[in-house]
């Protein structure tokens, strides 16, 4: 069964590679070095117009840092999840804990919103204590999708964990392999069976910025983060090998 290749995209730039190269799914997002933050509603609009666009899903992330939300955090997700599908996005990436668990009050109200469309838990997972319990609460919620790099920064580095995933998941829910995937990592990726592969496939370009705008944006010589259509090129052309054998 070929193995899907979800790309992860922060601007336009992202979009017109996805397009060209025709990957099977975009994860919309902004905020890739944060680890990825809900994206505006404006750029979730111009990714659904993007001509050749492969299947959109949003990433729900109302801001930084960890995943236990406070009550007024959690109306903005599901406010969040409501209007990415009413713009026309296919699913949404979501993902909330709470005391070391999965945020299942949370996420009974993320599936009645998104009402049907596609709900990816992502890597928020990869922090909880307990894989097994978890999987299990995800299967039964009404999940389509686990992303997961096994508990690790990098999933090349948790690949046994990551087939006791696939095998505990036992095709209840679909696991995707994501974090610090490169062309070279597909091949031990794919042989512990997951059905997708997530990466962000990015490089960063040399910019320059006169005044400071923040405590993590000083002014000086700095570098901002775009998809690298080389890279991608790579990932797809090393996923297509593993199909023909």
Known sequence: MPVAFELAVQDTHGLEVAARLRVDRIELCSALALGGLTPSLAFIEAAVATPGIP????????RP?????????????????RHALAAGAHGVVVGGVRDG????????????????????????????????????????SGVRRLLSSAGADSVSDALPALTALVDAAAGRI???????????????ILRTGVAAVHASAKHGIPDTVTVGLGTAAPAGATTRETTDEQQVRRI?????DHERH
């Open 174 to 188: 679909e696991i995707m392999a994501g974090g610090g995937v490169s062309p070279e990592s597909i091949p031990g």
């Open 65 to 81: 840092g960890g995943f236990d939300y406070t009550p007024a955090e959690a109306d903005l997700i599901i406010r969040d999840v």
């Open 101 to 140: 668990h999965v945020d299942e009050g949370l996420l009974d109200r993320i599936a009645a919103a998104a009402d049907g469309a596609d709900v990816t838990f992502h890597r928020a997972f990869d922090t909880l204590g307990d894989p097994a319990a978890a999987l299990d609460i995800l299967s039964k």
């Open 55 to 62: 299947p959109i899903h949003v990433l729900i992330r109302p």
């Open 236 to 240: 797809l052309t090393a996923l297509r």
